[in-house]
């Protein structure tokens, strides 16, 4: 049995696993739009810079201060001075000189004030004018009380009298006001805490006073006092816990939080000593470590590599310990608040080692225990394990940590979940970057991270990864080049805002250099396009800086690359350089972008095709100057060559041609609406019954239609109004609900068909109106129509805004007085004109005296209920344009049915319908930038043998094998067993018009002219109905199943020569049912009272599909690059009725007609010479060909609607074999593509089924009676593609299914 299962699953996956898919490609799968951008928080909305710092010491060198007890020894140290080496006087200015240093290293430009052992004024002097001067920006408040007492519960700290005989309180009150804000405190005291909390209480008391003081505001005068400063924007750290003493260690400095804070390397080297670890670097002392060589800001020395660990580590913690806002507010606004929290975390941890808690506000999580610690304390080992042969002038030996975080993060990268916690690693990758040794590495790990996702590289703009590779621009080295490039696409794909960055810094050049070096591969060249791309989005400076640096000369140079990304993104970058720029457009015509642009338009993948019509629409784009003769050519060669994509397979290329095509149509609206006028008019005067054309739909949801009156002048009823009278304007309104919904589609399809059908045609090229724009709008026309709904919608609403202008606002030509016709006149077209013909009038739209239209005419309101319609107008005696006779029997003011303000005619005039305002988009472009945000490394998640997605499809292939195992006995007995067993019938919705079973599923699909329905045949129920989306006068002919053996999709197509693609059809599907994509296959169907509408034939093992029917060619597509290849002439005069083709080489084509011939066709061949063979021995319509896959007497089975079945060998010129059925009217006819059996269904309610040798296996027939089957005149047969089911629809709507099994009870 498991052999057996075996030799199933390898034969599925031969069969399964190297089939094709269609239709499953990412514009298929997912919506054509942008990924949903995030407010990103990394960049600060305001840098920050400490400006001023006082540096307040009252420590009364020599005298204690009276609550302090101090141990003997005690520490003493002050800034590591010895206060009692000297005299106080100068220990005191020794002191304060050190701590401006220490100071200074962390911010050298800041200006330092020194106050020591201050009084009251002197303090409140210097913190007044410190605040004047720095104004808005940060002033830093530095408080030693090592020499006076403890602050107070009161919250008052203590400073000296001029004496210096007493201890004066200083409020904490009073020093918020002087200080105000932004600034920053520092506390080194004991019991610092206090300080802290009455600070807190003392801001919240002063903004509770602000309040009232601004709701007083309103009521008091100028003259009163200010609002109080507010002191929110405060940052203050204390040495210690409102309860604690500074430890008093004689081997530690008395102002240990102040070390930490300034010195904070020397401290950790002297507090490493302290610990037991030290032991395990035997030789190192207090007085050694003291020794260590080097610089702190040489990072290639010991102090200097320690220094830049130390920031890593630190930055580390922080950054994985607080919440983003907060790390972004104290570790990246302010360089010297920055240094001073990484030093605090170190004061954190060795004061806690002393039992002293220091706290900061805004508060922070614990960090003194963070496991990051651990690899500070294991570089300190490192290096000083080398300090004895450092100072005996031993080289020194890097330390390797950098290269161990660096595997930390790799390991992170390549055995991590999907659901982890970020990685801790990220803040020293950024600190790598700085080394020019673990650069390539880094850079290499960054850009694999950065793939994760946007999330991801949210984090690395957070972490401040950003100035960094910004500088990294700079640097000539060629193999970093792929890094850079990838790493900034990734976040310029996240964060488009940095483009101005880039500009600023000239960062650009850099990538016009990649992508203008020939030897960096295609798809770091695409990159640097699609970076290139960004910068110039929507931003002149970028533009100007792109122009400049000869993006168009290069991009055009590389358009026919092989790589077919590239040449999307190049078409792309183009596309956004010249848009609202005269400048790179004219550049663009020199270089004659436009025609290289074109070549594009035929490419092979529909995203290329897409966006060189994105291309060419900006191209033609209106531009800030006006347009000269050269510029109008240009526009008008580009659209004529647009409008050959109309016909293309994929509908986002359409799409953009709606989008390209606007561009030219609202610079030219004008002659736009002239020729929309014309149509309208020619198609009610074809018309018999003089039908008012709909011309489109307001706002408001009214249909405004063009009526003619009777002696060709144009008329207009009231909306709504009873009485059909004819006025003076151009157009009738009604109310018509939804603009697109109800009566948009009718009014569209009917501009389309009348176009199309040449009904307008003649007379347009009669009157001139054979050019561009008449071309350009048939175009749209068609587009209105298009069965893809996002391509109609967008259509429609430049046809019907173009169709107002035309009813509304333009002047009809036909009653204009030649007098009176304006001077001015169109450019000329490029298309050939007959000189003697009469001048094509395109002027602007008639002056206010010549045309008059009321308001309640262009925004109808409809009636109230209970109220009179308005009196019908009478007719105007006088031709339009001429006189306005009814002038003066009118007002011209009234009110509209008597409701509401006056409107005035006057007022009327000023309306002006454009397309200008029109937003006709698509969100391609940013579907395109979407792929760079996602991951691109990575593979496809279908390709992980471990993911959800590949056990599916392994599990549908195993249910597959299992499938065709199951139905192999009913195969080998179908040539010999009856088949009429009736295991199904129930009555459809409609009359089936085709048939098809689900390969591995209970399911039968069945079409009807109105739409689809699924059947679980095995249930007897109906599961899923949905209708098709093209006009209510087109119907369903045909359908098929694509992608069976896989998550299969529906193919549809009607009598208009669309082709839908539906997923989601089955039951078993969450969401409803989706149309993937439409196009029309076939365009110009001839009309017929007995046509075939469109006939299909899908070929799963190639993608291709043959499409025919009320035709006279045979059309064929690539329905995986979406394209058409070829179109084979039938040679014949009659309509193609079914079509087959062969699945080893896909070159020979069959093709049944409705004159009874059945003709072969060699696609290698030229399209003339294509028809190698013509059989014509059936007498009437070829209900269906059928090629056989396996060997036989005749390859190629045909029946007619006479009855006789027909074999043939397509080596010979006429048939092998003939079987007649007992019947006359053939109507259906259906081969098992497995089994050798057929069926023929009879109009006269009789289904046969015969074996390949002729003989009759069964015989259907309707039989009375209670239990006798009732089938009613064949309408469909199909058969099961495994089992030997056999489905029958009829002309009664009866679906029945049958077997040669029983159906199980």
């Known amino acids: ?155 008052e700290i203590w400073v000296f009298n001029k004496s210096y005989t007493q201890y004066i309180p200083l409020s904490v009150y009073d020093l918020q006001s002087w200080m105000g804000s932004p600034s920053i405190f520092v506390y080194d005291c004991s019991n610092a805490g206090l300080i802290l909390e009455s600070f807190e209480q003392f801001a919240l008391q002063k903004e509770q ?195 161990e975080q660096l595997t930390a993060f790799q390991v992170w990268l390549t055995m991590g979940s999907k659901k982890r916690e970020p990685p801790e690693q990220l803040p020293i990758v950024l600190q790598v970057l700085l080394s020019q040794v673990h650069r390539l590495r880094a850079l290499d790990l960054l850009g694999r991270f950065l793939d994760l996702g946007p999330w991801a590289v949210s984090l690395a703009l957070s972490v401040g990864i950003f100035p960094y590779v910004l500088k990294l621009l700079q640097s000539s080295a060629r193999e970093l080049r792929p890094l850079l490039v990838f790493i900034w696409a990734k976040i310029l794909a996240v964060d488009r805002s940095c483009k101005a960055d880039l500009v600023k810094d000239n960062g650009h050049k850099y990538f016009l250099s990649v992508l203008a070096d020939p030897y960096m591969p295609a798809e770091h060249r695409t990159m640097a396009a699609f970076v290139l791309a960004m910068i110039v989005e929507d931003y002149q400076n970028g533009q100007e800086a792109a122009l400049q640096g000869n993006v168009i000369a290069i991009c055009l140079e590389q358009l026919h690359d092989q790589h077919p990304l590239l040449r999307q993104w190049l078409a792309l970058c183009l596309a956004r350089v010249w848009t609202s720029f005269d400048s790179a457009r004219w550049c663009g015509v020199r270089d004659s972008a436009h025609e290289k642009l074109y070549q594009l338009l035929s490419d092979q993948l529909p995203e290329v095709r897409a966006s060189a019509v994105i291309a060419l629409g900006t191209f033609i784009g209106t531009g800030t100057t006006e347009r000269t003769d050269h510029a109008i050519n240009i526009d008008h060669n580009v659209g004529m060559t647009l409008i050959n994509v109309v016909q293309d397979g994929s509908f986002i290329v359409r799409e953009q041609l709606v989008v390209a095509l606007y561009q030219l149509i609202k610079q030219f609206e004008t002659q736009f609406a002239s020729i929309a006028r014309q149509i309208l008019e020619e198609d009610q005067r074809a018309d018999d019954n003089m039908t008012p054309v709909g011309a489109g739909i307001t706002t408001g949801g009214w249909m405004v239609v063009h009526d ?115 001077s001015t006149s169109a450019p000329n077209s490029p298309s050939t004109r007959n000189d003697n013909a009469l001048p094509l009038n395109l002027s602007d739209s008639p002056p206010p005296t010549t045309l ?136 459809n919705q409609g009359i089936p018009i085709a048939l098809r079973f689900q390969h591995f599923s209970p399911h039968i699909i069945v079409a009807d002219k109105e739409g689809v329905c699924v059947w679980n045949w095995k249930n007897g129920e109906r599961v899923n109905t949905f209708s098709h989306l093209n006009h209510k006068d ?98 014949a005069d009659s309509c193609v009725t079914s079509l087959a083709c062969d699945n080893v080489g896909r070159s020979l084509l069959i093709a049944g007609l409705g004159d009874g011939s059945v003709r072969l066709y060699d696609r290698r061949l030229a399209p003339t010479d294509s028809r190698v063979l013509t059989l014509r021995e059936h007498n009437s319509w070829v209900v269906n060909v059928h090629l056989q896959k396996g060997s036989g007497d005749g390859k190629i089975i045909s029946a007619s609607v006479n009855g006789d079945v027909r074999f043939w060998d397509p080596r010979f010129s006429e048939s092998v074999k003939l079987i007649q059925p007992s019947f006359n009217t053939l109507t259906a006819m259906a081969v098992h593509p497995q089994a050798n059996i057929f069926a023929c269904g009879s109009a006269n309610q009789l289904i046969s089924v015969f074996n390949m040798s002729g003989d009759t296996l069964s015989n259907i027939k309707y039989y009375e009676g209670f239990i006798g089957q009732r089938i009613g005149p064949v309408s469909c047969l199909a058969f099961h593609p495994l089992k030997t089911h056999l489905a029958s629809g009829s002309r009664d709507s009866f679906l029945s299914i049958y077997s040669t099994e029983k159906k199980g009870r």
């Open 708 to 822: 003619l009156g009777a002696n060709g002048q144009v008329s207009r009823s009231p909306g709504n109004s009873s009485s059909g009278s004819s006025g003076s304007n151009g157009f009738t309104s009604s109310g018509s609900g939804d603009a697109f919904s109800g009566n948009g589609p009718v009014l569209f399809e009917r501009g389309r068909r009348s176009v199309t059908a040449g009904i307008s045609q003649s007379n347009l090229l009669k009157s001139s109106y054979s050019n561009v724009y008449v071309q350009i709008w048939k175009t749209m026309l068609t587009l209105a129509s298009d069965p893809m709904p996002c391509v109609k919608r967008l259509a429609q609403q430049l046809v019907n805004q173009i169709n107002l202008k035309a009813t509304v606002m333009a002047k009809p030509q036909h009653v204009l007085d030649a007098t009176r016709r304006p």
């Open 852 to 987: 008059n239209i009321p308001n309640e005419i262009v925004k109808p309101v409809p009636i109230r209920p209970g109220e009179q319609p308005p009196p019908a107008r009478p007719q105007n005696p006088g031709p339009i344009g001429v006189a306005f006779s009814h002038s003066q029997n009118f007002s011209r003011s009234r009110k509209i049915f008597d409701k509401g303000p006056s409107i005035t005619y006057g007022e009327a005039d000023a309306v002006n319908i454009t397309t200008k305002d029109l937003n006709i988009s698509s969100k391609f472009t940013d579907w395109c930038c979407k792929y760079f945000a996602q991951s691109v490394m990575r593979a496809p998640e279908e390709m992980d043998p471990y993911s959800t997605l590949h056990q599916e499809r392994e599990w549908r292939f195993l249910r597959n094998a299992m499938g065709r195992k199951a139905a192999r006995e009913q195969l080998h007995r179908a040539a010999t067993c009856r088949l009429d067993d009736q295991i199904f019938i129930n009555k």
């Open 1034 to 1131: 087109t119907k369903l002919t045909s359908m098929d199943i694509l992608n069976s053996h896989d998550i299969s999709l529906l193919m549809t197509g009607s009598d208009d020569g669309a082709v839908q693609i539906w997923r989601n059809y089955l039951p078993n599907n969450e969401s409803g049912v989706e149309l993937v994509s439409s196009w029309h296959a076939l365009s110009d169907m001839l009309p017929s009272v007995k046509g075939a509408g469109l006939v299909l034939d899908w070929e799963q093992e190639s993608g291709m599909l043959l499409a025919s029917g009320d035709v006279r060619i045979i059309r064929v597509w690539d329905t995986q690059r979406e394209i058409r290849l070829q179109d084979i002439p039938t040679g």
């Open 209 to 403: 006073e602000r309040e009232l003081a601004s709701m007083n505001s309103h009521t008091l005068s100028r003259s009163q006092a200010p609002l109080p400063p507010s002191a929110k924007n405060c940052i203050q750290l204390a040495s210690c816990g409102p309860s604690e003493q500074l430890p008093m260690n004689p081997s530690l400095p008395a102002d240990l939080f102040t070390a930490c804070l300034s010195t904070p390397i020397k401290i950790a080297l002297r507090w490493f000593c302290f610990q037991k670890s030290s032991e395990l670097v035997p030789g190192v002392t207090l007085e050694l470590v003291d020794k260590l060589p080097g610089r702190l800001n040489d990072r290639r020395t010991p102090l200097g590599e320690l220094n830049w660990i130390f920031t890593a580590v630190t930055d580390t913690i922080a950054w994985n310990v607080l919440p983003r806002e907060l790390f972004q507010k104290l570790f990246r606004q302010d360089l010297l608040v920055a240094s001073l929290y990484r030093n605090f975390l170190l004061a954190e941890r060795i004061m806690r080692s002393f039992n002293c808690k220091p706290l900061s506000s805004p508060r922070l999580p614990p960090t003194y225990q963070h496991t990051m610690w651990q690899a500070w304390d294991l570089a300190l080992d490192v290096c000083l394990a080398q300090l004895p042969g450092l100072l005996k002038g031993e080289e020194y030996v890097h330390s390797p940590f950098f290269a």
């Open 1 to 155: 049995m498991m052999e057996d299962l075996t030799a199933d699953v390898e034969e599925s996956d031969l069969q399964d696993w190297q089939l094709p898919l269609a239709f499953m490609k990412k514009r298929h799968t997912e919506r054509i739009e942008g990924s949903k951008t995030e407010t990103h928080t990394w960049r600060m909305k305001e840098r920050m810079k400490t400006v001023s710092v006082a540096l307040v010491m009252c420590l009364n060198v020599g005298v204690d201060p009276p609550d302090v007890v101090k141990t003997s020894p005690c520490a003493k140290l002050e800034c590591w001075i010895d206060p009692l080496s000297t005299s106080p006087q100068k220990a005191l200015e020794a002191i304060g000189n050190n701590l401006q240093k220490q100071y200074e290293r962390w911010q050298p430009r800041a200006r330092y004030k020194l106050c020591l052992d201050p009084t009251v004024e002197e303090v409140k002097k210097l913190c007044t004018s410190l605040r004047r001067n720095a104004k808005e920006e940060r002033v830093l408040f530095h408080y030693n009380g090592h020499g006076v007492p403890r602050p107070t519960t009161n919250g």
